[in-house]
């Protein structure tokens, strides 16, 4: 359903020439910055190449330095990105994907994946507002009642880390099982699911 999936690496039998795709850091999914290092052996060039990167999900959003970032997913702890590049023939082309602070067009606040998740002494939300607004972050059991708030009040644009040390207001340890925290911000609710493991 829409997603985007790349080509196998294109071989052109026994002459040597071929296209080939190599990493500076390990592309899977612990990283937040990796360096795609394509060359282009073959005889004809691709306008529409496609890289498929694994990083860290909690870096979300990620930028591109070359090509076109055309899809991100996300699994867990891990982010897939596909990235359209021009490999041209007989070229050694790179791009980097990295993190960037920004927030795409249109979204107010971004609120990011719990870390670490599954939690089991205490986690660290983070999120990002696009300028100065009220924020409400507040954690929920499954049954949609309160646990903790852990923000609230006016904050300013940038990125934003809220620890949880796993208690509720009254100071008691939750309990394990699946919980959701929910950001309130410049009239947006964002809200994300996080498990606590005793």
């Known amino acids: 359903d829409g997603v985007v999936a790349p080509c196998e690496t294109f071989r052109s039998g026994s002459t040597g020439q071929?296209?080939?795709?190599?990493?500076?850091?390990?592309?899977?999914?612990?990283?937040?910055?990796?360096?795609?290092?394509?060359?282009?052996?073959?005889?004809?060039?691709?306008?529409?190449?496609?890289?498929?990167?694994?990083?860290?999900?909690?870096?979300?959003?990620?930028?591109?330095?070359?090509?076109?970032?055309?899809?991100?997913?996300?699994?867990?702890?891990?982010?897939?990105?596909?990235?359209?590049?021009?490999?041209?023939?007989?070229?050694?082309?790179?791009?980097?994907?990295?993190?960037?602070?920004?927030?795409?067009?249109?979204?107010?606040?971004?609120?990011?994946?719990?870390?670490?998740?599954?939690?089991?002494?205490?986690?660290?939300?983070?999120?990002?507002?696009?300028?100065?607004m009220e924020v409400m972050l507040e954690v929920f059991d499954v049954a949609g009642r309160r646990v903790a708030s852990l923000e609230g009040g006016l904050m300013t644009p940038g990125p934003h880390e809220s620890p949880w040390d796993l208690t509720d207001d009254a100071g008691n340890t939750v309990a394990s099982g699946v919980y959701f925290y929910r950001l309130k911000a410049g009239g947006e609710t964002l809200t994300r699911k996080l498990i606590v493991v005793r």
Do not use: W
């Open 18 to 132: 071929n296209l080939r795709i190599a990493f500076d850091r390990p592309n899977n999914g612990t990283e937040s910055t990796v360096t795609a290092i394509v060359t282009n052996g073959l005889s004809e060039s691709f306008e529409n190449g496609l890289v498929k990167f694994h990083v860290r999900a909690d870096s979300i959003p990620y930028g591109i330095d070359n090509g076109e970032l055309l899809q991100t997913m996300v699994d867990g702890d891990v982010a897939t990105c596909y990235v359209k590049l021009e490999m041209e023939s007989g070229v050694v082309t790179t791009t980097t994907l990295s993190p960037t602070t920004g927030v795409p067009d249109g979204i107010i606040a971004l609120l990011k994946q719990n870390r670490p998740n599954p939690a089991r002494t205490g986690t660290t939300i983070h999120f990002v507002l696009t300028s100065a």
